[in-house]
C-alpha cells in the first residue's frame, strides 16, 4: 500500500513481534462475508495475530472485481460465481516464511493449493492445502463434498505420504466431522482450535463449531518416546557404570571439562536464539481507530457471559465501521491530492520545455518569443 511520504506518521506503522526461527506454523481461517468491507480490518488482525497460512470463505469478489491484494501475503482466489452456488475463497502465504505456492486447483466449493519449500538439507518439501466452503443446502452440500472427497483421495493414491490441511466452513458440526473423515478414510485428524466453544454466535450465545481445520498423520511427527523398562547389562562391553569418574586424574580435568561443556551449552544457545528482524508494515488506520477495533473484540468475548453489553456491542461496532470508512476516505484523497501534484509537477516541467524551445527557435530566425517569426520588430 503506496502513501505519501508527508502522511507516513509514525503512529501508522504497525511492528511486529519478532519471530524465532523454532516457530510453529499458524493457520487462520475466516468466514468474513464480504472482504471489501472487512480488508483494513483484516490486515490489522493478520498483523498482530501473524499466520503463515491463511484461508477466507465468502470473500464475495467476483470476477469482474480486481485481483485480491492482503499486505504481507502471497494470495491465489477462487472468484465468486451465485449461479454455481460459490461464494469466494482466499488462500494466502505469508511472505518471507520460506513456502511458496506452486500450483493451484479451484471449483467453486473448495480451492486446493501446492506449497513448496526447500528445507536446510535441501531437501524439497511438498504440502498441500485446501480450503473449504461447504454450502449448507442439501443438494450443493452433498455434491460439494463428494467432489472434495474426490480430490482429496487421488492426492492421497497419487503419493501415499502425501501432507494435508483442510480448513475453512464445512457447515457441520464436531461430531459430523468425525464421521466424514471415518467415511473418507484418508487419515485426516481433527485439529484444536483456539475458539473450540463454537465459530457462530446464536443471538448472544455461542453457537456450534461449523470451522474446522485438518490434517493427516504425515503431519502429525511422534511426540513421544518409550523406553524398556529392563535392561541386560552382559550386552554392555564395560558394565562399570563409573569407569568415566574412575579415569578422571584430578579435580582439574573435572573443571576443565565442565568449561568446556559450558561453552558448548552457550553456542547451542546463541544459534537457537538468533531472530529474524521484525518485520513491519503501513496501515491506514489511524491509532485511536485501532484502538476502537481492540476494544470491541475484548467486548465481544465478553458479551458472551454478559448479556447487558450486547447495545455497548453494537454501538462501538457502529463506531468503528464509521472510523474506518473516514479514514479510507481520507487515504483516498490524500493519495488523489498527490498524484494531482505530480501531475502538475509534470506538466510544468513539460510546459518550461516547450517555451525553452520556443525561445531558441524564435532567437534563431531573429524574433522576439511572442511574436511570430514572418512579423519582424520595427526598428
Same mark, same amino acid.
Not at 506449497?115 to 531437501?123: E, G, M, Q, V
Not at 460439494?144 to 483421495?153: D, G, I, N, R, T
Not at 536464539?273 to 468475548?301: H, V
Given at each position: 500500500?503506496?502513501?505519501?511520504? *508527508?502522511?507516513?506518521?509514525p503512529n501508522n506503522i504497525i511492528k511486529e513481534t519478532k519471530?524465532?526461527?523454532?516457530?510453529?506454523?499458524?493457520?487462520?481461517?475466516?468466514?468474513?462475508?464480504?472482504?471489501?468491507?472487512?480488508?483494513?480490518?483484516?490486515?490489522?488482525?493478520?498483523?498482530?495475530?501473524?499466520?503463515?497460512?491463511?484461508?477466507?470463505?465468502?470473500?464475495?469478489?467476483?470476477?469482474?472485481?480486481?485481483?485480491? $491484494?492482503?499486505?504481507?501475503?502471497?494470495?491465489?482466489?477462487?472468484?465468486?460465481?451465485?449461479?454455481?452456488?460459490?461464494?469466494?475463497?482466499?488462500?494466502?502465504?505469508?511472505? +518471507?516464511?520460506?513456502?511458496?505456492?506452486?500450483?493451484?486447483?479451484?471449483?467453486?466449493? !473448495?480451492?486446493?493449493?501446492?506449497?513448496? =519449500?526447500?528445507?536446510?538439507?535441501?531437501?524439497?518439501?511438498?504440502?498441500? @492445502?485446501?480450503? @473449504?466452503?461447504?454450502?449448507?443446502? &442439501?443438494?450443493?452440500?452433498?455434491? =460439494?463434498?463428494? #467432489?472434495?472427497?474426490? =480430490?482429496?483421495?487421488?492426492?492421497?493414491?497419487?503419493? $501415499?505420504? @502425501?501432507?494435508?490441511?483442510?480448513?475453512?466452513?464445512?457447515?457441520?458440526?464436531?461430531?459430523?466431522?468425525?464421521? !466424514?473423515?471415518?467415511?473418507?478414510?484418508?487419515? /485426516?485428524?481433527?485439529n484444536n482450535v483456539t475458539n473450540s466453544k463454537g465459530s457462530?454466535?446464536?443471538?448472544?450465545?455461542?453457537?456450534?463449531?461449523?470451522?474446522?481445520?485438518? *490434517?493427516?498423520?504425515?503431519?502429525?511427527?511422534?511426540?513421544?518416546?518409550?523406553?524398556? *523398562?529392563?535392561?541386560?547389562?552382559?550386552?554392555?562391553?564395560?558394565?562399570?557404570?563409573?569407569?568415566?569418574?574412575?579415569?578422571?586424574?584430578? %579435580?582439574?580435568?573435572?573443571?576443565?571439562? &565442565?568449561?568446556?561443556?559450558?561453552?558448548?551449552?552457550?553456542?547451542?544457545?546463541?544459534?537457537?536464539?538468533?531472530?529474524?528482524?521484525?518485520? #513491519?508494515?503501513?496501515?491506514?488506520?489511524?491509532?485511536?481507530?485501532?484502538?476502537?477495533?481492540?476494544?470491541?473484540?475484548?467486548?465481544?468475548?465478553?458479551?458472551?457471559?454478559?448479556?447487558?453489553?450486547?447495545?455497548?456491542?453494537?454501538?462501538?461496532?457502529?463506531?468503528?465501521?464509521?472510523?474506518?470508512?473516514?479514514?479510507?476516505?481520507?487515504?483516498?484523497?490524500?493519495?488523489?491530492?498527490?498524484? #494531482?501534484?505530480?501531475?502538475?509537477?509534470?506538466? +510544468?516541467?513539460?510546459?518550461?520545455? /516547450?517555451?525553452?524551445?520556443? %525561445?531558441?527557435? =524564435?532567437?534563431?530566425? +531573429?524574433?522576439?518569443?511572442?511574436?511570430?517569426? *514572418? @512579423?519582424?520588430?520595427?526598428?
Amino acid at each position: 500500500m503506496d502513501i505519501p511520504k *508527508h502522511q507516513r506518521h509514525p503512529n501508522n506503522i504497525i511492528k511486529e513481534t519478532k519471530q524465532k526461527k523454532t516457530e510453529k506454523l499458524k493457520i487462520f481461517s475466516y468466514n468474513i462475508r464480504g472482504f471489501k468491507g472487512s480488508k483494513l480490518e483484516l490486515e490489522y488482525i493478520l498483523s498482530k495475530r501473524r499466520p503463515n497460512i491463511i484461508g477466507i470463505q465468502e470473500s464475495l469478489l467476483t470476477r469482474d472485481t480486481n485481483r485480491c $491484494n492482503i499486505n504481507g501475503y502471497t494470495c491465489i482466489e477462487s472468484k465468486s460465481n451465485v449461479a454455481k452456488g460459490g461464494n469466494g475463497l482466499i488462500m494466502g502465504v505469508k511472505n +518471507g516464511f520460506g513456502i511458496k505456492i506452486y500450483e493451484y486447483k479451484s471449483t467453486p466449493y !473448495w480451492l486446493i493449493g501446492k506449497l513448496t =519449500a526447500t528445507t536446510t538439507t535441501n531437501t524439497n518439501f511438498n504440502m498441500y @492445502v485446501v480450503n @473449504v466452503h461447504i454450502p449448507s443446502t &442439501s443438494i450443493r452440500k452433498r455434491k =460439494a463434498l463428494e #467432489s472434495l472427497e474426490k =480430490a482429496l483421495q487421488k492426492l492421497k493414491n497419487n503419493k $501415499n505420504d @502425501v501432507k494435508i490441511i483442510v480448513m475453512g466452513d464445512f457447515n457441520m458440526d464436531k461430531k459430523q466431522v468425525l464421521n !466424514w473423515i471415518r467415511k473418507l478414510g484418508i487419515g /485426516l485428524q481433527l485439529n484444536n482450535v483456539t475458539n473450540s466453544k463454537g465459530s457462530r454466535r446464536v443471538g448472544t450465545e455461542m453457537g456450534r463449531m461449523i470451522d474446522h481445520i485438518l *490434517h493427516n498423520d504425515a503431519l502429525n511427527p511422534p511426540n513421544y518416546c518409550i523406553i524398556a *523398562h529392563a535392561m541386560d547389562l552382559d550386552l554392555f562391553i564395560n558394565n562399570n557404570r563409573f569407569s568415566v569418574l574412575a579415569e578422571l586424574e584430578s %579435580t582439574q580435568n573435572v573443571d576443565e571439562i &565442565s568449561s568446556k561443556f559450558t561453552e558448548i551449552i552457550h553456542e547451542t544457545a546463541n544459534e537457537f536464539t538468533n531472530e529474524t528482524p521484525a518485520a #513491519s508494515f503501513t496501515t491506514i488506520l489511524s491509532k485511536k481507530t485501532r484502538k476502537m477495533i481492540d476494544k470491541r473484540r475484548k467486548l465481544y468475548k465478553n458479551m458472551l457471559n454478559n448479556i447487558e453489553l450486547v447495545y455497548q456491542y453494537l454501538e462501538l461496532k457502529q463506531k468503528s465501521t464509521k472510523r474506518i470508512k473516514k479514514d479510507n476516505l481520507r487515504f483516498r484523497l490524500i493519495s488523489n491530492d498527490s498524484e #494531482s501534484q505530480t501531475a502538475i509537477s509534470g506538466l +510544468g516541467r513539460r510546459v518550461g520545455q /516547450l517555451d525553452a524551445g520556443q %525561445t531558441e527557435n =524564435a532567437e534563431y530566425q +531573429g524574433t522576439k518569443p511572442d511574436q511570430s517569426p *514572418h @512579423v519582424r520588430s520595427a526598428s
